[in-house]
C-alpha cells in the first residue's frame, strides 16, 4: 500500500532528491501522451538547465531561490532531471551531461 512521506520543512523547501524527479516524471508523461501541459511544465523548470549551463554541474540539492544547498553533487540528480533536458534549446547538453554525470558514475 502507497503511503504519503510527510516532508520536513527543511526537505519541502529545497530542490533535491525527492523533487528531481519531477522533470522526468512530466518529461515520461508528454513522451507518452503528448500533453501539452506537461512540455510547457518542465520548460519552467529552468535550474538544472542554468545550473549545468553556468557551473557545468548540478549540487544534491538546492534553496527555492536557486542558491546551494550541498556542496556535493549527487548522480541521483542529474537523473531525475536528464529527461527534462530534452526540451531544453541545446540537445546536445543531454549528451554531455548523461555521459560526464552518469555513465562516467
Given at each position: 500500500m502507497w503511503t504519503a512521506k510527510k516532508l520536513s520543512r527543511d526537505q519541502a523547501s529545497r530542490f533535491?532528491?525527492?523533487a528531481s524527479r519531477m522533470p522526468w516524471q512530466l518529461a515520461l508523461d508528454w513522451l507518452w501522451f503528448k500533453d501539452d501541459r506537461a512540455k510547457q511544465a518542465i520548460q519552467g523548470v529552468s535550474l538544472p538547465r542554468r545550473e549545468l549551463a553556468a557551473n557545468g554541474e548540478l549540487a544534491a540539492s538546492y534553496q527555492l531561490d536557486g542558491s546551494q544547498a550541498a556542496n556535493y553533487e549527487?548522480?541521483?540528480m542529474y537523473g531525475g532531471t536528464?529527461?527534462?533536458l530534452l526540451f531544453a534549446d541545446?540537445?546536445?547538453?543531454?549528451h554531455r551531461v548523461?555521459?560526464?554525470?552518469?555513465?562516467r558514475a
Open positions: 533535491s532528491f525527492d549527487a548522480v541521483s536528464l529527461a527534462g541545446d540537445r546536445s547538453l543531454v548523461f555521459a560526464a554525470k552518469i555513465l
